[in-house]
């Protein structure tokens, strides 16, 4: 084994980068950072200690609507940076905070979360050498 082939760009990872290929996504490319980017790790663990303990189960542990509500919220406030490639009725759509805010926490659009998700953790791959494709984009 080769410990080269296991090292990752940490840059790439926390800046985000630009992934496109998403399955079923048509032309859509997102700018994101990695699952775990040090932002992305801080946001969630500071989102779950924030949990009180009478909206916990018994063990201590989040519900499973409570990490789905996390877990859409550090997409939106840490994970997703940019879009490219989205449109609305057939109109293209800029990036903005409020519509991602939106369509990442609302179950109706959970395509467009997974998404994210998937290009997350292409990201966290962080491979020095996509660095050079995802620049060109």
Same mark, same amino acid.
């Given at each position: @084994? !080769? *410990?080269?082939?296991?090292?990752?760009?940490?840059?790439?990872?926390? &800046?985000?980068?630009?992934?496109?290929? *998403?399955?079923? @996504?048509? !032309?859509? =490319?997102? =700018?994101?950072?990695?699952?775990?980017?040090?932002?992305?790790?801080?946001?969630?663990?500071?989102?779950?200690?924030?949990?009180?303990?009478?909206? =916990?189960?018994?063990?201590?542990?989040? #519900?499973? &609507?409570?990490?789905?509500? *996390? %877990?859409? %919220?550090?997409?939106? &406030?840490?994970?997703?940076?940019?879009?490219?490639?989205? #449109?609305?009725?057939?109109?293209?759509?800029?990036?903005?905070?409020?519509?991602?805010? %939106?369509?990442?926490?609302?179950?109706?659009? =959970?395509?467009?979360?997974?998404?994210?998700?998937?290009?997350?953790?292409?990201?966290?791959?962080?491979?020095?050498?996509?660095?050079?494709? #995802? %620049?060109?984009?």
């Amino acid at each position: @084994m !080769d *410990i080269q082939s296991l090292r990752k760009d940490s840059a790439l990872i926390t &800046e985000g980068q630009w992934i496109d290929a *998403i399955p079923n @996504m048509g !032309d859509l =490319r997102l =700018r994101v950072r990695g699952a775990s980017s040090p932002r992305v790790v801080a946001v969630r663990a500071r989102k779950q200690r924030a949990v009180p303990r009478n909206e =916990r189960l018994r063990d201590g542990s989040l #519900t499973v &609507e409570t990490t789905i509500q *996390i %877990e859409t %919220e550090v997409l939106h &406030e840490a994970v997703l940076l940019d879009w490219d490639g989205l #449109t609305d009725g057939g109109k293209p759509v800029k990036y903005d905070p409020a519509l991602a805010h %939106e369509w990442l926490t609302n179950p109706d659009f =959970r395509d467009f979360a997974d998404a994210v998700v998937w290009a997350s953790q292409v990201a966290d791959r962080g491979i020095a050498d996509q660095k050079d494709a #995802t %620049e060109k984009n």
